[in-house]
């Protein structure tokens, strides 16, 4: 089954410890990105990737770090994560300029 | 100015009504147009592509002018299982594929 999986799906977490979501496609796409989700703002662009070792800042990159050594995956660094990056939290991929499949959510809380 | 504007509603109709979206962007070098549906706390998913000449997919229309800058959704006898969120997203290929989304409107159908 074509699919874009996340884990983890719930987190919560300290402020300043360091964390993970993992970001895996089967469907062979170039482009990967990650995007947060807030009330009332909708979805906001963190970092994408064009393809492996291609990574490029999106809208709201402070505080986050990824990286692109494989096609499939597409790991979410927090190095020291803060109570503002409390969001949802959704990773997608697609070839260029096509549609997005989407990932099912990670919910993070910062404590 | 944002760039992808929605109405955030939420637009409250009964059952069997018709109901139309409009979504306004600002850039003209926008090259592609969707919609989606995002059920609450889940991923977003693609409802439809949107064509120069229009197109219909069931009880859903979209229609884009490119001259106004805008698109539309307009949904026909609608049913409760339609309640959730729709979202306007472009694509502009002059910034490496990137999609740029709108904040969504919030669609609810009563019995």
């Known amino acids: 089954e074509a699919q874009v999986t996340q884990n983890p799906r719930y987190l919560i977490t300290v402020t300043g410890k360091k964390l993970t979501v993992t970001c895996s496609q089967n469907m062979n796409h170039e482009y990967m990105s990650w995007y947060r989700q807030d009330p009332g703002l909708g979805l906001r662009q963190i970092y994408y990737?064009?393809?492996?070792?291609?990574?490029d800042k999106g809208d709201v990159p402070e505080g986050y770090k990824v990286s692109r050594k494989e096609k499939r995956n597409f790991p979410l660094i927090l190095e020291s994560p803060s109570p503002n990056q409390t969001s949802l939290y959704f990773c997608?991929?697609?070839?260029?300029?096509?549609?997005?499949?989407f990932g099912p959510g990670t919910r993070l809380t910062v404590l | 100015r944002k760039e992808v504007e929605q109405d955030p509603g939420p637009f409250n109709v009964p059952e069997g009504a018709t109901v139309a979206f409009n979504c306004t962007y600002s850039?003209?070098?926008?090259?592609?147009f969707f919609w989606y549906r995002q059920d609450c706390r889940k991923e977003p998913k693609l409802l439809m592509s949107v064509y120069s000449s229009g197109n219909e997919d069931g009880r859903f229309t979209a229609q884009l002018n490119r001259a106004s800058q805008y698109i539309s959704l307009l949904i026909r006898d609608s049913k409760l299982s339609d309640s959730a969120t729709y979202l306007c997203v472009v694509n502009q290929r002059d910034s490496n594929y990137q999609l740029i989304w709108g904040a969504g409107t919030k669609l609810i159908i009563k019995p």
């Open positions: 997608a991929s697609s070839f260029y300029g096509s549609t997005q499949f």
């Open positions: 850039n003209s070098a926008s090259q592609s």
């Open positions: 990737s064009m393809n492996v070792e291609v990574t």
